[in-house]
C-alpha cells in the first residue's frame, strides 16, 4: 500500500482470509456478499482443497497456502486472519511487515508476551493497523447498555451479572478453554461497558454438569474486579444443551438494565409460548459480525482502525491469563495493570 | 334472613352451592377453604351420589336435591348458581322468593326475557340480591386496564382488539356455544372496559379450523359497535389445542395496552425459551373467582351485591342475541337499547 | 449493459438513486457504506443543491438533475427510484428502455393502470428488469412466519391479525393515505404470509382519535379476504404518538404466532421495565432494507431480480384501489382477479 | 384448646394478632376479609390507641395490650406474631405454654441461640406448633421452580442466581440488616429450592451505591455453598428505587430457568413498552401471603404446621449469623451443621 496515509481512495479494499475454517469462510461470505467496499482477492490456508473450495465461493478470489504467497501476488490491502490462536503471531508479524491493515480474531495471542511483541512491533511503525476481532462492541444491545452507562442515566454502573452459555463442547475441550475460548470476550466487554480496567479476578465452581467431558468442571462463575470498584461475575457454562445464549444484566444506583435476552417470533402451541433461542454464536452474533467488518473496512479504507486495538488485546491476554491462574489456583489472582502507551490514545 | 337491612352481621354466610359439577365442586372448595365469613351448608343437585360426593368435602355441609329442601332446612343465607343455564331462571326465582343472596354463573338465563322476568321480580323487591358471575371484572389486569381508560393516561380509548381461544370444545358443541358459551365475556367486559353499552354486533367467518366438530365453522370474528363509537372485535376459536388464553389490546388516542399475555416461570431448553400457557379458565382466572366470591360474600353479610348486577345480566343476554342472530344471518344487528332502572343505579 | 445474459460479471454494479429525500438519502448510505458489489454513480434529485449535497456523501456520485443526464453520462447498471410516487412511472419507463436493472420503492405507481402499463412494457423486453420496494419480504421475523405457514407446523393457517401504527402524519396528509401509504405494505405481506390473493377489502371505522388532522378520520380497521378463505384484519393507526410499530398475530389450526414485538434492553427504573419502541420505519426495518438491497444487487449483477416483481406491484396497486373504494364508500369492494403472465412465473 | 389431637373441628379459629404495624395490620385484614376458616379474636399492641385502631377494623376483635391478656379473655386457638424480632421469642414461648398454633413471622428469633431455645421448647410438648413465616415457599412461581428441580425435568440444578432489590432503606437501617432483614429470605429459600443445606457463606462487596445510608455499603453479593455442591449467589440492593423485585434464575445441566419477572398490563406509550414494577413487597407476595396464611389456618384447625417450621427457622438463623460474620469478616465462614431431630421429620 503506497497510499498517502494509508488510504486507499475510492478503489475497493483487496483482503485476504488467512483461515478458510467456519470462521475464515464466514468472512469469505461477509465481505463477497454483504461488506461494501472489499473484495476477496485471497483464500490463505494450508489444506489446499479446502483453500480452493472456499476460494470458489468468492468471485476472483485466489487459493494460497501461505500468507506470504497471497501478499506477494495478490496486491493486498488488508488481512483478516481467522486461523487458530497460536497462528495468530506469525500471521500478524508478517501483515504488519507487509503494511496491510489488520483484523486479527480474537484471542491476538494465547499468551500476553505474544501480545506485548505485537503491540511493540505495531508501535515501531507510523500508525496502529491491528484490529481486534471482539466483535461483541458492535452488537446493538451491547451498544446500548453502554451508551446507559456513560450517559449516567440510571446513575453509576455498580454491579454487571454475566451470563455465557453454550450447548455443548468440541472434542479435545479443556477446563482452560473456559477462559481462553469463552470468558475473554466478557474479559474485553467489561471493562469497555465499565470504563475502568480489570484489576482482580477469581473463580468458583459450582456443581458439576456431567454433560462436561471428562476431566472438566463447568459451569463456573469467575469474579472480576474492577478498578472503579465495580464488580462483575461472569457465569460460563458450555454444556447446557439448549443454545447459545449471552446476557448481562446491569445493576446501577437508580435501576438495572438487561440485554441478550431471546426474541423474534413467538409461538404458542402444545402448552406453552416458546421463542427459538439462537443455536450458536453465528446467529446471535451475525449483525454484529458483519457491523465489526464493515467499520474495520471503512476505516482501513482511510489508513486506520475501526474497532478493538491491538493494545486492547493485550489486555485481554492479560487478565485472560489471571483468570487460568486463578481458576488453576481457586485463589483471587490480580491482574498486571499498565498505563495505555500514547500511541494507542 | 330477618336481619336488619339485610346484613348478617358478624356471623358466617350461610351458603347452598346449587349444581355439583366442576364450577358447582370448583365453588364448594373455594368457600370451604379460601373465602373469609361464609361457610358452605348445602350442596343442591339432583344426583343425589354427586351431591353426596360433593358436599362430603365441606365440612358440614348437607347434601340436598332440591333447592327447596337446602332453604327449608339449612338456614342459608345464600345460594351460588352453578347449575345449568336453562335452569337459572327457576333457581333463581325461588333464591329471591327467600330473600337470600344470589350469585348466579353466566349467563344469567338462556334468553334475555328470561333475565327480563327476574330483573321485574327483582325490582318489585326491596334491593337488588343478584349478582352475576362475569369474574373478569375481578382480574388484576381487567382492572388495571378499565382504570388506564377511565384515568384517561393515554388518551380516549378508540379501539379493542380481543381474543378468546379455548383448547377443545366438548361433545355436543354447536356453534351459537361460540357466543352464548364464550363471546359472552366479552359483551360484558367489553362494554363494562369502554363504559359504552353495544349498539350493534357482526360476526364474520373465517377458513374453517378442521379440528372443530361437524356443523361448526370457527374462528369468528366478532365485531362489537359501542354508543361511544368504539370498534371492538373479538376474535372466538375454540380448538387451537395449545391452552386457554384471553386477552385485550387496547388502542388509545397516546398509546397501546394490553392484558392477558402468559406469564411465569421461564424455562429456556431444547432450543428455545418457553412459558406455560393455561390450560383451562380454571387456572387462568382462579384469583377473579376467589376475587369475585369473597367481594359476594363481604357485600351479601352487609345486605347487598358486589359485583355485576341482573341487569348487566339482562344487557348481555340482549347482547347474545343479537350476536346470535348475526352469526345466523351474516348480517349487522341492532342491540336493543334500555335505559338502566334507578333500582340499579 | 451489453453483458451477456445481462450480467455484470465480476464488476461492482454502478447504481442511480433517483429522488434524495430521506428515503433516497437513506439508499445512498446504504449502497455507499454498507452493500457489497455496488456503488452509487449517480444522485439524480431536481434540485440541484439537494443533489449535490447528497452526492457529496457517496465517493464518486455524480449529481444529476435528470435521470436521462445520469443515464447518458454515468454508465448506470441499474437505478433505485425513491422518488414521489406520482413520479415513478416515467422513471421507470426511463430505465426500462436503457435497460438497466430497477428497484422502485413502493407503490409501483399510484393507480393500477399505470402499473398494468409497466407489467405491459417489461413484459415486451426479455426479461424481468423491476424490483418492487416491499421491504418487508426480507425482515427475519415475517419470513419466519411465512415459513411456519409454508411448513404447517401449526396446522392451516387461519386468521391474520395485523397492526400498523405511527407515531404522527405530515403536513397534507388525507384519509386515503391510510391505505396508500400505510396498508400498502400489508395489501403485499398478507398474500405473500397467507400464500393467497386478496379477493374483497371493506374498511370499518372506529372513535375517531382526536390528534389526526382535519377531515381524517383514524384509526381504521381494514378487513381483507382471501381466496384460500383466509380473513386479515389490518388496523391502521398514524397518530398515536408512542413510536412505529408493524406487529402480525397469525391464528392457525393448533397455535398461534406472533412477531413485531418490541425487543432490546430492558431498563427497570421509575417504577416501571421499559423496552424502547422504535421511532420511526428507518430503524424499524433497517435490517430488512439492508437485506432488500443487498438482494436486489446480488441479483441484479447476475441480471435478474431478487423480491417482489412489477406483478406483485400491480396487485397491490389493485387491492389499493378497492380499498380506497371500501373507505370511501363503506362497502365491501371486490379487488379484480388476475392470473399472473408465465413471464413472472 | 382442649380438643382430641388439637383439632378445633369445624369451628372458626379464634387468633391473636401479636403486633399492630404494617404487617400486623395486613395480616388483621387478611384474616378477616380474605382467610376461610378463621377470625381475628385479639390484636395485641403495647400502644393501646393503635391497638384500638386496628382492632376496630375486624368485626368482634378486641384490643389488648400483652398477650398474656388476649390469652387469659379471648378463648384464643392460634397467634400470629408480627412484633419486631426481638420480641419474638418471649411471645413465642408464651403462646406455646398456652398450647395455642403459632405463626411467627421472619426470622424466629434475631439469634441463633434464641431459636435453639424455642425448638427445645416445643420439642418437649407432645408437637409441633410454631409455622415460620417464610411466605415465598408458597409463591406460584418459586414452587414451580421447586418442582423443576425435584422432577430433574432440565436435569440436576447447579447453580442459583438471586437478586433482592429495594426501592429504599428505613431510617435506621444498618448494614447488616442486609442479611438479617433480606436475604434471611434466600436463607431459606435457596436450601428449600436445591434440596441441601447452606454448609458456607461469603460476602462481596461491590461499588457503593451513594443513595444508601451512611456507613452502608451496598450492593452486597452474598455467596452460598450448599451442601450438594450447589453454589447460590444473591445481590441484595435495598435503594434501587425503581421497585420491588425479587427474582430467581436457576442453572440446569439441560437449561435455565427464571422467575420473578415483572408482568401485567404492557403500555406503549411515549417511546417505549412499560410494565409497571411491584412497588413493595406487600403486593409482590400478596398471593403469597394468602396463600400461607390460608395453609396455616387449614393445618392449625386439624392441630399441625402447614409450612416452615421452628427447625427451619433455627437453621436460617444459624445460617444469617454466619453471613453477618462473613460480612464483617471478609472471609468465607462455615455454616453449623446439625442433622434434623426426627420430632420435625
Not at 43 to 63: H, I, K, L, N
Not at 261 to 268: Q, S
Request: hydrophobic residues 45%.
Amino acid at each position: 500500500m503506497s497510499a498517502v496515509n494509508g488510504s486507499i481512495g475510492k478503489r475497493e479494499l483487496r483482503v485476504g482470509i488467512v483461515g478458510a475454517g467456519i470462521m475464515g469462510a464466514d468472512h469469505v461470505q461477509r465481505i463477497s456478499t454483504r461488506t461494501a467496499g472489499a473484495t476477496v482477492a485471497s483464500v490463505v490456508e494450508p489444506d489446499r482443497d479446502r483453500a480452493m473450495s472456499v476460494a470458489s465461493t468468492a468471485p476472483g478470489a485466489q487459493p494460497r497456502v501461505t500468507l506470504e504467497d497471497a501478499l506477494e501476488h495478490d496486491d493486498l490491502d488488508a488481512v483478516i486472519i481467522a486461523s487458530p490462536g497460536p497462528f495468530h503471531e506469525a500471521a500478524v508479524l508478517t501483515a504488519l511487515d507487509a503494511r496491510v491493515a489488520i483484523l486479527c480474531e480474537k484471542p491476538l495471542t494465547p499468551s500476553s508476551e505474544g501480545s506485548r511483541r505485537l503491540v511493540e512491533t505495531e508501535m515501531a511503525a507510523d500508525r496502529a493497523r491491528i484490529q481486534v476481532g471482539f466483535m461483541r462492541r458492535f452488537d446493538r444491545e451491547y451498544v446500548a447498555l453502554r451508551q446507559l452507562v456513560e450517559s449516567r442515566g440510571a446513575g453509576e454502573l455498580l454491579l454487571l451479572h454475566c451470563a455465557h452459555r453454550n450447548p455443548s463442547t468440541p472434542p479435545g475441550y479443556t477446563e482452560s478453554m473456559l477462559i481462553t475460548d469463552s470468558v475473554v470476550h466478557e474479559l474485553d466487554i467489561v471493562p469497555w461497558l465499565a470504563g475502568s480496567p480489570v484489576v482482580s479476578v477469581e473463580v468458583l465452581r459450582t456443581r458439576r454438569n456431567r454433560r462436561a467431558p471428562e476431566g472438566v468442571s463447568e459451569p463456573q462463575l469467575v469474579l472480576l474486579e474492577l478498578a472503579n470498584g465495580v464488580l462483575a461475575e461472569v457465569e460460563i457454562s458450555v454444556n447446557l444443551g439448549f443454545g447459545y445464549q449471552v446476557t448481562t444484566e446491569a445493576v446501577f444506583e437508580e435501576g438495572v438494565a438487561q440485554i441478550g435476552r431471546t426474541a423474534g417470533l413467538t409461538l404458542w402451541s402444545a402448552g406453552s409460548a416458546r421463542v427459538a433461542e439462537h443455536p450458536g454464536y453465528v446467529g446471535r452474533f451475525v449483525e454484529a459480525y458483519d457491523l465489526e467488518v464493515q467499520a474495520w473496512v471503512n476505516a482501513a479504507r482511510r489508513g486506520g482502525i475501526g474497532g478493538p486495538s491491538a493494545w486492547d488485546g493485550y489486555l485481554a491476554a492479560l487478565a485472560s491469563e489471571a483468570a487460568v491462574e486463578a481458576q488453576q489456583s481457586g485463589r483471587r489472582v490480580a491482574v498486571r495493570s499498565e498505563a495505555m502507551p500514547a500511541f494507542y490514545g
